[in-house]
């Protein structure tokens, strides 16, 4: 890359956010940042400002905006600080931004990863729930934009990593995508004993430092189905070739399968730092600041498959993927919202671990909507998704 490149991070005060401007701090010549954005965390926010210096920050929340702003004016830093989603579309569209980090956690990343798209940016994607609400819409705006959509999810990184340079050839060439996954905190524990999990419990994972909802969704498998979900529309293979097996070391981030039976791999130690450093500079490869694999430290490398009978009653969130890809369109949006209705729930303590799988379960098959056309359809299906889970949630409690 000769020129440097003009950086927007949506959500930097996340774990995602954090590790990007860590690998671009080590970059300083080859990355500049035009924008920040948070929902609420004004002291981060504040902090990061103050060593990054991005030309823009921005707050969803209007009183956490007012309250950065003046802060950022008593330090005098030079920042301009805006609030609202609206304000989130601004500096992911805006024409001096050559690349998008989407880090922001649930549907409320779609907006603006759909705005970036449209202005045909760079947009690494580790907001899967844009691909998982936005499908075939949010896939449309990417290729009327023009937009290079790169994957940061360090499953689907791997598969990126692991597929041909042309990507014409993939259905041609590829038999099946092989997702791995850790099988989070609870893969031995015993499936009658889940309703008594507590949220701690489902927050500390074994091998990746996440935040809280998507901790939970690791426990549940939840995060796989949506990462299943994602896989569909990213590499526009079937529901058919995709695959989930449980890898718990994290070593191996996931496989292709060809059609000669030779698999391709991607191999890495489990540091989220190393699919975003890909991300921004793909072609290329920059570094990352992740510990090196040591080949003579690894233990054994082991599989487990997901239809073994206790996975099944451990993961039963898992299945809903294929259910929802081979559904109505919308189902995928409706099992999202669903989902982050029931992880809130969750962890505020209104229902136990075993009952987020309930009500997903239980708004899925209570809700009928219309294709989604555009992004208006896809918010106003959101929504009433969202209020048709907390009318299920009710009858859990």
């Given at each position: 890359?000769?020129?440097?490149?003009?950086?927007?991070?949506?959500?930097?005060?996340?774990?995602?956010?954090?590790?990007?401007?860590?690998?671009?701090?080590?970059?300083?010549?080859?990355y500049r940042i035009h924008a920040?954005?948070?929902?609420?965390?004004?002291?981060?926010?504040?902090?990061?400002?103050?060593?990054?210096?991005?030309?823009?920050?921005?707050?969803?929340?209007?009183?956490?905006?007012?309250?950065?702003?003046e802060r950022v004016q008593a330090e005098g830093l030079p920042v301009q600080v805006l609030w609202g989603a609206a304000a989130l579309d601004e500096v992911a569209s805006a024409p001096q931004v050559d690349a998008v980090m989407a880090a922001i956690v649930g549907a409320a990343g779609l907006s603006p990863c759909i705005a970036a798209a449209r202005a045909g940016k760079r947009l690494m994607l580790a907001n899967k729930e844009a691909l998982v609400v936005g499908g075939d819409v949010f896939m449309r705006a990417v290729r009327e934009g023009g937009a290079l959509l790169l994957?940061?999810?360090?499953?689907?990184?791997?598969?990126?990593?692991?597929?041909?340079?042309?990507?014409?050839s993939?259905?041609?060439?590829?038999?099946?995508?092989?997702?791995?996954?850790?099988?989070?905190?609870?893969?031995?524990?015993?499936?009658?004993?889940?309703?008594?999990?507590?949220?701690?419990?489902?927050?500390?994972?074994p091998n990746w430092v996440m935040g809280r909802k998507i901790s939970v969704d690791s426990a549940t498998m939840m995060n796989k189905a949506l990462e299943v979900i994602?896989?569909?529309?990213?590499?526009?293979?079937?529901?058919?070739?995709l695959e989930v097996v449980i890898h718990p070391q994290s070593v191996i981030h996931s496989m292709v399968?060809?059609?000669?039976?030779?698999?391709?791999?991607?191999?890495g130690t489990p540091d989220m730092r190393v699919p975003i450093a890909y991300g921004l500079s793909w072609p290329e490869r920059i570094e990352s600041g992740a510990a090196a694999l040591d080949f003579h430290a690894l233990a054994a490398m082991t599989f487990e498959a997901m239809d073994e009978p206790e996975h099944v009653l451990r993961f039963p969130g898992l299945r809903l993927a294929w259910e929802t890809l081979r559904g109505a369109p919308g189902s995928c949006a409706i099992?999202?919202?669903?989902?982050?209705?029931a992880v809130e729930a969750f962890l505020n303590k209104r229902i136990r671990f075993d009952q987020i799988h309930e009500l997903n379960r239980?708004?899925?098959?209570?809700?009928?909507?219309?294709?989604?056309?555009?992004?208006?359809?896809?918010?106003?299906?959101?929504?009433?998704?969202?209020?048709?889970?907390?009318?299920?949630?009710?009858?859990?409690?």
């Amino acid at each position: 890359m000769n020129k440097q490149q003009c950086i927007t991070i949506l959500g930097s005060t996340g774990s995602i956010g954090t590790s990007t401007l860590d690998v671009l701090s080590r970059h300083p010549s080859q990355y500049r940042i035009h924008a920040l954005t948070a929902s609420s965390q004004v002291d981060l926010m504040l902090s990061q400002c103050a060593r990054f210096k991005p030309e823009v920050a921005v707050m969803v929340q209007e009183l956490a905006g007012r309250k950065l702003a003046e802060r950022v004016q008593a330090e005098g830093l030079p920042v301009q600080v805006l609030w609202g989603a609206a304000a989130l579309d601004e500096v992911a569209s805006a024409p001096q931004v050559d690349a998008v980090m989407a880090a922001i956690v649930g549907a409320a990343g779609l907006s603006p990863c759909i705005a970036a798209a449209r202005a045909g940016k760079r947009l690494m994607l580790a907001n899967k729930e844009a691909l998982v609400v936005g499908g075939d819409v949010f896939m449309r705006a990417v290729r009327e934009g023009g937009a290079l959509l790169l994957p940061i999810d360090s499953e689907h990184s791997a598969i990126f990593q692991s597929l041909p340079e042309d990507a014409s050839s993939w259905q041609r060439r590829v038999q099946k995508i092989i997702l791995t996954a850790s099988g989070g905190p609870f893969r031995t524990r015993d499936p009658r004993t889940l309703r008594d999990v507590t949220p701690e419990q489902a927050c500390a994972h074994p091998n990746w430092v996440m935040g809280r909802k998507i901790s939970v969704d690791s426990a549940t498998m939840m995060n796989k189905a949506l990462e299943v979900i994602e896989a569909r529309y990213l590499f526009g293979l079937l529901p058919d070739q995709l695959e989930v097996v449980i890898h718990p070391q994290s070593v191996i981030h996931s496989m292709v399968q060809y059609r000669d039976h030779s698999v391709v791999a991607q191999l890495g130690t489990p540091d989220m730092r190393v699919p975003i450093a890909y991300g921004l500079s793909w072609p290329e490869r920059i570094e990352s600041g992740a510990a090196a694999l040591d080949f003579h430290a690894l233990a054994a490398m082991t599989f487990e498959a997901m239809d073994e009978p206790e996975h099944v009653l451990r993961f039963p969130g898992l299945r809903l993927a294929w259910e929802t890809l081979r559904g109505a369109p919308g189902s995928c949006a409706i099992l999202n919202a669903a989902n982050e209705v029931a992880v809130e729930a969750f962890l505020n303590k209104r229902i136990r671990f075993d009952q987020i799988h309930e009500l997903n379960r239980a708004t899925l098959d209570s809700l009928v909507c219309t294709p989604p056309e555009c992004l208006d359809d896809l918010l106003a299906l959101d929504v009433r998704s969202r209020q048709e889970a907390e009318r299920n949630l009710t009858c859990l409690m």
